[in-house]
């Protein structure tokens, strides 16, 4: 009977060896886009979520998107005026750190800045994320076609002072949720997406650019 690949062990030389050749494969592909855009334009993501990162690719698809992985990245562009791939490139390649991407592309940095505008998109709060606004939920009966009866032992148990009379979840006394600059516990994160208040925003925020014509800038 065949062994199951499951079972299969893997050497430390396989791995590493796989590791050093997607390393490889990630840095050819930067220095290419160097060579085929004009730009690279750095920018901070905030409030990151893979659908809408998905939907922005697939509208630019002129243009290539870098995410993740940022020391390799900025290895490829060089890290130093003596390593650097092209003149210049190096200030992209030393601000590259904590939640910044890459964008290589022929539009002008204006385009790209409108593209990111009108791609920000409101979106629940996670957990540790910070609450942009007070949310009290009032002492009273809560709707039934957002708050069913068979929510009310979930609601109860995420610290929401609830009860049900007369067929309907109520809400005891005044309850508040969070309050501005709070670090979002999981069970606040999950009582605001019931009641459907938003408090995050996906958006990319362009941080700087180099381009082939006018070196880098920082905005």
Known sequence: MPKSKRQRVVPLTETRKKGLERKTSLVEEVRSCLEKYDKVIL?????????????????????R??????????????????????????????????F????????????????????????????????????????????????????EPML????????????????????VICEEGDELSAEQARLLKHFGQKQAEFRLVVKAFWSNLDGFKEL
Do not use: C, W
């Open 156 to 175: 109860r148990q995420l610290g929401l002072p609830t009860a049900i009379k007369k067929g309907v979840v109520v809400v005891e006394r005044d309850y």
């Open 65 to 98: 998107f870098f995410l993740g992985r940022n020391a390799v990245t900025a290895k490829a562009l060089g890290t130093t005026v003596e390593e650097e791939a092209a003149e210049g490139v190096h200030d992209i390649a030393i601000r590259m750190k904590g």
């Open 100 to 151: 910044s991407g890459l964008l290589f592309t022929n539009h002008s940095v204006d385009e790209v800045q409108n593209f990111f505008a009108t791609n920000v998109e409101a979106d629940f709060a996670r957990m540790k994320a910070t609450a942009t606004r007070r949310v009290v939920i009032p002492e009273g009966p809560l709707s039934g076609e957002t708050t069913p009866t068979s929510s």
């Open 43 to 63: 920018f901070e993501y905030q409030n990151f979520r893979n659908k809408k990162m998905k939907e922005m690719r697939e509208s630019l698809t002129d243009s």
